[in-house]
């Protein structure tokens, strides 16, 4: 079978093959969820469950914890509470801030959700346990991308690339 344009550009396309590969998680994870009678969309994961670890948190602590740029984190706090599953307060020490917590609706939610987290982790560890195993490739990523991004890293092909012109 012949490799699609994406997958023989190979590491020029690497945001592409990323993304495809968790929608295809993620979608097969709604499943997932489906299949145990949880009414569940994966895209709440990160927020439900940092709030179900950490308690109450600020947006701006909250979107840092998970990683999100901040208008992505209030379009999921928005989402997530016109279901009711969390809710918002001033701050009472500084009214500027922001306050997200579970709702009871949410514990809830997140309680009848564990059993069906370990079946998560078993399948995901199937995948991903290969011999260049996924999980510690990403963090080897993450961690080199925290040391120097990757527009830091494209400025001195950029610049070198600029000389030979």
């Known amino acids: 079978m012949e490799q699609n ?24 994870g709604l499943l997932i969820y489906k299949a145990f ?5 994966p895209k709440w994961f990160p927020v439900l469950y940092t709030l179900y670890k950490k308690s109450t948190m600020t947006v701006v602590m909250l979107s840092e914890e998970i990683g999100y740029a901040h208008p992505s984190t209030i379009s999921l706090l928005k989402e997530l509470e016109k279901e ?22 949410g514990q809830t939610l997140l309680s009848t959700m564990e059993p069906v987290w370990e079946v998560i982790i078993k399948a995901t560890a199937e995948i991903t346990n290969t011999q260049n195993n996924l999980m510690a490739a990403i963090n080897e990523v993450e961690a080199g991308l925290k040391e120097k991004s990757f527009l830091q890293r494209a400025e001195v092909y950029m610049k070198n690339g600029r000389k030979n012109h």
């Open 84 to 105: 009711k599953l969390i809710r918002s307060k001033k701050d009472k020490t500084d009214t500027r801030k922001r306050l997200v917590e579970l709702t009871e609706k």
């Open 5 to 28: 344009v994406i997958d023989a550009s190979g590491l020029l396309a690497i945001s592409t093959r990323l993304q495809r590969l968790s929608d295809q998680i993620r979608k097969d």
């Open 37 to 41: 009678g949880i009414d569940f969309q």
